[in-house]
């Protein structure tokens, strides 16, 4: 399966900047494969987030705001998720994955 991180490129919000740029720079500097997905450009992908995201993770007002992030069609969390998931050293359970991906298999 394939990480996906879904993102908005246009956001207004600084907090949901930072937010964006952490989760995507960790996951390159632990060369672990995963593809943007430009919420603000794809209609379709936009609303296939919000329908995917689990209805307690949801707010009670509005839209989730991005980075969401999914394995396939798995909800792995957001934001506060992966930073939860970052400070507990559990990143690799967070995302499903089985363990770190070795510097040979991302470089093939």
Known sequence: MVIRVYIASSSGSLAVKKNQQAVVGFLEANRISFEEVDITMQEEQRLWMYQNIPAEKRPEK???????????????????????SKETNTVFSFLHLNSKPSVKDSES
């Not at 509005?62 to 069609?73: D, E, S």
């Open 62 to 84: 509005g839209n989730p705001l991005p980075p969401q992030i999914f394995n396939g069609a798995d909800y792995c969390g957001d934001y506060e998720d992966f930073f939860q």
